[in-house]
């Protein structure tokens, strides 16, 4: 756990979320902020700072994020699609410093990133 990490701190149920899903590695809770009918924040619960801090030794949480996503997406019914983004350091829009990936769906997403 990472000191004043806010994720760390709802992975260890200091703060309450929203939780759709938890396992050994990962956990996901609804985003405060919803952008999409469905926003959903799936993090490990081992601190990682971002994407740029993923590698081989810690790469299994990663893949353990994406099997959850794949389970998430279809207990929350977008069998029609749905977008992951993960915003990585200052110019990539990353607010919160432990590795997250957004699960959004819910309506037509369009084809633009940006
Ligand atoms: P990012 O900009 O990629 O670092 O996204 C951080 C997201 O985290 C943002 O969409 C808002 C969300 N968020 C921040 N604090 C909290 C919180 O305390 N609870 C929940 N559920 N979401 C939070």
Not at 34 to 54: C, D, G, M, R
């Amino acid at each position: 756990m990472s000191t004043n990490c806010i994720f760390c701190k709802i992975a260890a149920g200091e703060i309450p979320s929203d939780k759709v899903y938890e396992d050994e590695y990962v956990l996901a809770f609804r985003d405060i902020s919803p952008q999409a009918p469905v926003h959903i924040l799936v993090i490990p619960k081992t601190h990682i700072a971002s994407a740029a801090e993923v590698s081989a030794e810690n790469a299994e949480l990663v893949a353990a994020c994406f099997a959850a996503i794949a389970k998430i997406a279809v207990a929350e019914g977008l069998g029609k699609g749905f977008r992951v983004i993960t915003n990585c350091g200052e110019e990539g829009g990353q607010t919160v410093h432990h590795l997250h990936f957004h699960l959004l769906g819910g309506r037509h997403l369009g084809a633009n990133l940006l």
